[in-house]
């Protein structure tokens, strides 16, 4: 069973009969009802008189679960009967107050919504943490982003989130290029002290900017993706009505069509382009860390690798070796192991070696 209830502010009586009839005129045929049927559906909680002569009525239509059998949803069969009732020469108009066939759609498109959300803000933390930017009310203010409401960083740290919980959604973008600075904010920075030179100027003002441009190239290519997903977010958070035009340009922003990719794509494309940019960097600034713990040790003719933690050094005397091909072999192997980077196989041996060369075996 599915509930709507309704509000009706109406000039004569307006009973139980009468507005069952109205609903039977468009499903009753359709789905083999009697008009004893449709107004069982229906329960009018209360009926109050008003100081100006007219009247409140508050009731309820409990549908059943009706098989469809033509393109026609329910949420449009809802959406026709409340026209012909507001059309009504006694209605005075009438607000919906509850709907479970909107709230069920409008849970399916909170549900993509916050996957998208948490993405965006997945990426965006990714950026500006890539660039040194704290995220925080001054890069806000730095690139023109407001706050959706005030918050307090120690909160905020403390659930494990950040500023972009707390920006307006079509901010997600905004991020592609800062404010232009006023004539007396340049003056303030060249009148800094610790300024060394024209050069120096020009690096403080580049700062200010996203550095890489695949990056600065992501949030221009969502920025147009932005509005149908937050007429959406605003629609389904104030319990709006869902227009068949406002879901369209919601699909049609999130999903891929013959001309262009959607927000979901954009944010697929960004971090591919990203591990194809840097996983083998990222995996060797891993791996050359990890090189440092190996420690060698050599009884007779035989290499040993043991690996220092610091405070302690676990020895390995299961791990035999001839020659320091050997060593470096089994050092390679177990950064390939230790060291992890999703859809990515190493090649990196050459360098590996390099390092084990200069921080492990020169110091023996």
């Not at 507005?19 to 449709?38: K, M, P, R, T």
């Not at 006023?182 to 120096?200: G, R």
């Not at 700062?207 to 949030?219: A, G, K, N, P």
């Not at 990203?274 to 990890?290: F, G, P, V, Y």
């Amino acid at each position: 069973m599915s509930i709507v209830k309704i509000q009706i502010n109406h000039t004569k009586n307006l009973n139980k009969e009468v507005l069952a009839s109205h609903l039977y005129n468009l499903i009753g045929e359709e789905y083999n009802l009697s008009e004893d049927d449709v107004e069982d559906y229906f329960e009018v909680e209360n009926v109050y008189k008003l100081p100006n002569d007219s009247f409140i009525s508050i009731f309820i239509i409990d549908f059943p679960a009706l098989e469809h059998n033509r393109d026609f949803q329910p949420k449009d069969t809802v959406k026709s009967y409340l026209d012909t009732i507001n059309s009504l020469e006694e209605v005075i108009g009438l607000v919906k107050l509850q709907d479970d066939f909107l709230q069920e759609i409008a849970i399916q498109y909170f549900n993509k919504l916050f996957t998208i959300e948490m993405e965006l803000r997945n990426v965006l933390t990714y950026i500006l943490t890539y660039d040194e930017k704290a995220i925080e009310k001054g890069i806000f203010k730095e690139f023109g982003v407001q706050l959706a409401e005030s918050y307090n960083n120690n909160n905020v740290s403390d659930n494990y989130e950040n500023g972009l919980y707390y920006i307006l959604f079509n901010h997600y973008a905004s991020f592609g290029e800062p404010k232009r600075l006023k004539a007396e904010q340049i003056s303030e920075i060249l009148q800094d002290v610790s300024l060394s030179d024209f050069q120096e100027f020009k690096n403080r003002l580049q700062q200010r900017y996203i550095s890489e441009e695949r990056h600065t190239e992501f949030l221009f290519s969502i920025k147009q993706k932005l509005k149908p997903l937050e007429d959406m977010r605003n629609s389904v958070m104030h319990i709006r009505n869902l227009s068949d035009t406002k879901i369209a340009n919601f699909d049609k922003a999130v999903n891929d069509d013959d001309l262009e990719k959607g927000v979901q794509s954009l944010i697929s494309d960004f971090w591919t382009a990203e591990n194809k940019e840097l996983k083998e960097h990222t995996w060797l600034s891993l791996a050359e860390r990890e090189i440092e713990k190996y420690q060698l040790r050599q009884e007779e003719e035989i290499w040993f690798v043991d690996i220092n933690y610091g405070t302690f050094i676990l020895k390995n005397d299961t791990d035999e070796f001839e020659d320091m091909d050997e060593v470096k072999n089994y050092i390679y192997e177990q950064l390939k192991d230790s060291v992890e980077i999703n859809d990515f196989e190493p090649d990196c041996k050459e360098q590996i070696d390099i390092w084990i060369d200069e921080k492990i075996v020169s110091k023996e």
